[in-house]
């Protein structure tokens, strides 16, 4: 069964740059897809920017459209999330999510991901 553990959150200043890693335990990455996902207190769990399993295709939430990449290191086995221009509405814990497919696509809707697939989470914090 693939595991998948998020690192790299941390405290930082508004405006800022942080990168997060989503690591497997497999070397099977690119056989899934990856999503990102976020939750503030309060909050709904929020689909943010995902990568198909070839690399292909990828989509990207509008909140942080322009200012967050997705990237696929598979030798690594790892996913990597580059937030730039960082928010104070940014802070929430951030989690990577997996889903085995074949397709050239991938999914911003939690549901996409196996249930059993999903990191533990990451907290970032944005200061003002």
């Known amino acids: 069964q693939l595991q998948l553990v998020e690192s790299g959150g941390g405290l930082v200043q508004s405006g800022e740059s942080l990168r997060l890693s989503c690591a497997a335990s497999a070397p099977t990455l690119d056989t899934y897809a990856i999503g990102w996902f976020r939750q503030a207190p309060g909050k709904e769990r929020e689909g943010i920017i995902c990568i198909s399993s070839d690399g292909y295709s990828s989509s990207t939430a509008t909140s942080v459209k322009d200012r967050f990449t997705i990237s696929r290191d598979n030798a690594g086995n790892t996913v990597f999330l580059q937030m730039g221009s960082l928010k104070p509405e940014d802070t929430a814990v951030y989690y990577c999510?997996?889903?085995?497919?074949?397709?050239?696509?991938?999914?911003?809707?939690?549901?996409?991901?196996?249930?059993?697939?999903w990191g533990k989470g990451t907290l970032v914090t944005v200061s003002s």
């Open positions: 999510a997996a889903r085995p497919t074949k397709q050239t696509l991938c999914g911003l809707q939690s549901s996409y991901y196996a249930a059993d697939l």
